[in-house]
């Protein structure tokens, strides 16, 4: 006999996918009953449920974004756009409202019986309309309840713009107070400063500084280049009067022409005695007498220039003097003069501060003002933007998808035999065909007998050599011819042992 190898070394090769078919299909032979029984089930507990059923009634209704006239008064209250259409879908089907809606079909209809009902609200593809459907056992309560709903959710819209508008006109009204105390204050300051200040006189005043002031500065400049001026003609130690009128300018100039006019006639007699002496010295000795009253005339020119010279230059102290004492007096004028013309632009500038200040409170009282009267206009406008687009229908019989509902039971009974046969089988460690012996363990297989059918009561008979059973008779000899030439391939067995998975 051969020996049998143990179970930790058998090969754990999956089975190929017409082994598991041919166990599956073996399988579902035996347990048969499982899939129907399932399956049975199934359709008795669906069809209960559907025999068990209330009626159920659906009424139906649209709403949609429609369109206002944009008004200014009216625009002061405002939603989110972004997130409209699902916040106001959320807002139909919320608690509040339908618990609303409910108390309001009471109240309207105290003889209808309230029943628990069902909402769908959903926005139409592609459209701004919103489609409400209530389901409910009851039709007229249905419908009621539907036509409440819409009613209720316009008025809690219409109550929350009216709180919104009323906290609002509350807050701005506030405001407007302190806006109207300042601009009281503003106005009674810019008053007084009218009282005080002749506005028109300062206004005057301070053009015609400034003006005078331009004047006294152009002035003093000419004076104090005239003074730089005579400095550089007090550093020439000539004292030529010359000199002096070209850098006094226009100044000096009526005061100066009679020296100049003597000093040029001086210098010009001078000029002629010299020339006079140079040609009578060519032949002529020093103490001739024409040579000498020459030197002599020359000598009283040469004193004469002297006194004209020493007049110039006291001249020219002179009117240095006067100029450092004009360049003062005009410095102290400018100086007084700055005072006033900073005086009334001072005085301007308060009047223009005190009036922006006035302008820029009232602009803000004025603003604060409107808006207060827009938000109160706004309380009394309408400005839902959602309307009843069709009132609710009455309310109609839903027919039961009893083919449908069948179906879905049948399939869920079918699914779920399946996966207790499916488990059934994770458990079962029988092996059920050939091919899925020779994938489990690694002994080689001589042969394989056929099942036969044999009568109940009967016992299978033995092969004999007239046997009309083909199929299985070859399986017998294909066995023989198996372990007469089993030596080909290794060691001829000596020791058969022939047992069954069963007793007897």
Not at 29 to 38: I, M, S
Not at 120 to 128: D, M, S, T
Not at 139 to 146: D, E
Not at 298 to 312: D, K, P
Request: aromatic share 6%; proline share 4%; hydrophobic share 40%.
């Amino acid at each position: 006999m051969e020996e049998q190898r143990p179970i930790a070394e058998r090969k754990t090769v999956a089975p190929s996918l017409r082994a598991k078919l041919y166990r599956y299909r073996q399988l579902l032979k035996r347990l048969w009953w499982v899939p129907l029984l399932g399956v049975s089930i199934a359709l008795s507990v669906q069809g209960y449920l559907i025999s068990q059923e209330k009626p159920a009634y659906i009424s139906q209704a649209r709403m949609w974004v429609s369109g206002k006239v944009s008004l200014p008064e009216g625009g002061m209250y405002r939603e989110e756009v972004q997130n409209f259409f699902g916040t106001q879908i959320e807002l139909m089907k919320s608690e509040l409202i339908q618990t609303r809606a409910h108390a309001r079909t009471k109240l309207l209809n105290p003889k209808l019986e309230q029943g628990m009902v069902q909402l769908k609200v959903v926005q139409a593809p592609r459209a701004a309309v919103f489609i409400l459907q209530a389901v409910g056992a009851e039709p007229l309560y249905t419908r009621a309840f539907l036509q409440a709903l819409m009613d209720e959710y316009l008025s809690y819209k219409k109550e929350l713009r009216q709180g919104a508008s009323t906290e609002a006109l509350s807050a701005i009204t506030e405001q407007v107070y302190r806006p109207q105390k300042e601009l009281k204050e503003a106005q009674e300051a810019l008053h007084s400063f009218q009282t005080n200040n002749n506005l028109v006189m300062i206004e005057t005043q301070g053009s015609s500084a400034g003006s005078y002031l331009a004047k006294l500065n152009t002035r003093l400049s000419d004076l104090k280049a005239e003074a730089q001026m005579l400095e550089l003609l007090a550093s020439n130690e000539s004292g030529d009067p010359s000199k002096l009128l070209s850098g006094n300018g226009e100044a000096k100039a009526t005061d100066l022409a009679s020296q100049m006019a003597a000093y040029q006639k001086i210098r010009e007699s001078l000029n002629v005695l010299k020339n006079e002496r140079q040609d009578l010295a060519q032949y002529l000795k020093d103490k001739h007498p024409k040579i000498i009253r020459l030197d002599e005339e020359i000598s009283r020119q040469e004193r004469l220039m002297e006194m004209v010279r020493q007049q110039s230059r006291e001249q020219l102290l002179s009117s240095r003097q006067s100029i450092k004492l004009q360049i003062q007096n005009y410095e102290q004028l400018v100086r007084e003069w700055e005072v006033k013309a900073q005086e009334a632009s001072r005085k301007m500038a308060d009047f223009d501060r005190l009036k922006g200040n006035l302008a820029r409170v009232e602009s803000l009282y004025n603003r604060l003002l409107t808006t207060a009267q827009n938000v109160g206009v706004s309380q009394h406008l309408e400005q839902e933007n959602v309307s009843v687009m069709e009132h609710a229908a009455g309310a109609a019989p839903i027919r039961v998808a009893v083919l449908r509902k069948l179906s879905g039971a049948f399939f869920l009974g079918l699914l779920c035999s399946l996966a207790i046969l499916y488990f059934v089988d994770r458990h079962d460690d029988r092996i059920s065909s050939v091919s899925e012996l020779m994938q489990h363990f690694d002994q080689p297989v001589l042969g394989h007998v056929p099942s036969v059918p044999v009568r109940k009561g009967s016992r299978l008979e033995p092969v004999h050599a007239h046997d009309q059973r083909a199929s299985f008779v070859e399986a017998f000899r294909d066995i023989r011819s198996a372990l007469l030439f089993a030596a080909d391939k290794g060691v001829r067995p000596k020791t058969l042992l022939v047992s069954s998975a069963i007793p007897n």
